[in-house]
């Protein structure tokens, strides 16, 4: 599914991304991260491997939320939900984060710190299924 321009237009303001995963009992788990776009998929770096990824390893099932900056027709802030499914690749996390970390925090700033840039880390890329949310990108076209 290709990502609609309005959704790379959010992705562009930075926004601080909520990353649901299914947990091994089924529940959800939630984590704040920065995301990218890269093609049709969206992409989230890791140095560890972490709940996140491990979850995404049991079950690729994922939902994505960001705030947009914009707010709709009535008035509301508008927000993407990305639903889709995610798989989890070795290596290029801190080439990544370092360039998110410019977006995210500003220009000069260099991440991940020393101690962590010769890791793989590992990447996170997130094919949609569909959009929900307040905005263009919804079908309920709020």
Not at 10 to 28: E, I, K, M, Q, S
Not at 68 to 73: D, I, V
Not at 80 to 100: I, M, S
Request: proline content about 9%.
């Amino acid at each position: 599914m290709q990502i609609p321009d309005a959704v790379r237009t959010v992705v562009d303001t930075a926004p601080f991304a909520h990353l649901t995963t299914l947990n091994a009992d089924g529940g959800p788990q939630v984590t704040i991260v920065w995301v990218d776009i890269e093609g049709d998929e969206f992409m989230i770096g890791h140095m560890g491997d972490r709940r996140k990824t491990k979850n995404v390893r049991h079950d690729p099932r994922v939902a994505l939320s960001m705030l947009a900056t914009t707010l709709s027709p009535t008035g509301l802030r508008e927000y993407v939900v990305v639903y889709g499914r995610a798989r989890v690749t070795e290596g290029g996390a801190a080439p990544l984060l370092q360039k998110l970390a410019r977006r995210y925090l500003g220009p000069n700033v260099e991440f991940p710190p020393p101690a962590y840039r010769n890791q793989p880390g590992f990447i996170t890329r997130i094919t949609p299924e569909r959009f929900g949310g307040v905005g263009v990108w919804s079908p309920a076209k709020h």
